[in-house]
């Protein structure tokens, strides 16, 4: 059985978020009047979230959802640039120390996943980058190659993501899995050496009581 290590991408590897380009995406290709309807009638949704509230993993999923809604009818030339912006843009936020500690557990022989709510076509792109595979959420075109404004299953997020690295590991063992929020805890708890990177609040405490790492600018990396 191979060893497998599997990581979370935005707030883990990068400091890049989709949801951030995919709004400048939509602003630049005359969609400027949806995305600040959208944007402004689900504030009060994020207020709520960060205030802990409601959530807010649900809310980013349905944020992610309502974002993608507003790309109904766009050819794939198009799509195609926004996944090409996503990916340059997470890239170059990348978290160098983290991407290091896999680039060891690969020279170790580990195969590595990068697990991602984001666009599958961009989370390829990264991982292709760092010789890894990536498990990430599809996004709908029809026959002609037009986005439906849906999404192809759930967001990799969660539950879900924990489901679809299980299955990826084809009789490998997790050896360990870095995540930094709420929706990586299903996934950090099916691995031998959870990390917990720049946590949220939530996966803060979980992580501390549970006695896992937390992996940050002042923590030493082994």
């Given at each position: ?16 978020e ?11 290709h005359?969609?400027a009047?949806?995305?600040n ?7 009060p949704?994020f207020?709520?979230a960060k205030?802990?509230?409601i959530n807010?993993?649900?809310?980013r999923?349905s944020?992610f959802?309502?974002m ?8 794939r ?5 926004l996944m090409?912006?996503?990916?340059d ?14 680039e060891?557990h690969r020279a ?8 991602s709510?984001?666009?599958q ?11 890894a595979?990536?498990i990430?959420?599809?996004?709908e ?17 969660g539950e ?9 590991l084809q009789?490998?063992v ?5 995540g930094?929020?709420?929706?990586d ?8 050496q959870?990390?917990?990177v ?5 996966l803060?405490?979980?992580a ?6 937390i ?5 030493v990396?082994?």
């Amino acid at each position: 059985m191979s060893d497998v290590v599997a990581s979370d991408l935005e707030g883990t590897l990068t400091t890049g978020e989709t949801w951030r380009i995919l709004g400048e995406f939509l602003k630049s290709h005359g969609r400027a009047g949806q995305y600040n309807a959208f944007f402004y009638s689900r504030l009060p949704g994020f207020m709520l979230a960060k205030a802990k509230l409601i959530n807010a993993q649900r809310f980013r999923e349905s944020w992610f959802e309502g974002m993608t809604a507003l790309l109904k009818g766009m050819m794939r030339p198009q799509i195609d640039a926004l996944m090409a912006q996503i990916v340059d843009e997470v890239w170059a936020a990348r978290r160098i120390e983290v991407i290091a500690e896999l680039e060891r557990h690969r020279a170790n022989g580990a195969r590595i996943i990068i697990a991602s709510g984001t666009y599958q076509p961009a989370a390829d792109a990264f991982a292709a980058r760092m010789g890894a595979q990536a498990i990430a959420t599809g996004l709908e075109l029809d026959a002609n190659g037009v986005a439906t404004g849906r999404l192809l299953g759930n967001v990799s997020t969660g539950e879900t993501k924990a489901a679809r690295v299980r299955e990826c590991l084809q009789g490998g063992v997790l050896i360990a899995a870095y995540g930094d929020t709420e929706g990586d805890i299903p996934m950090l708890s099916m691995s031998a050496q959870p990390v917990a990177v720049y946590p949220d609040a939530i996966l803060r405490a979980k992580a501390t009581a549970s006695g896992w790492r937390i992996l940050e600018s002042n923590s030493v990396s082994p």
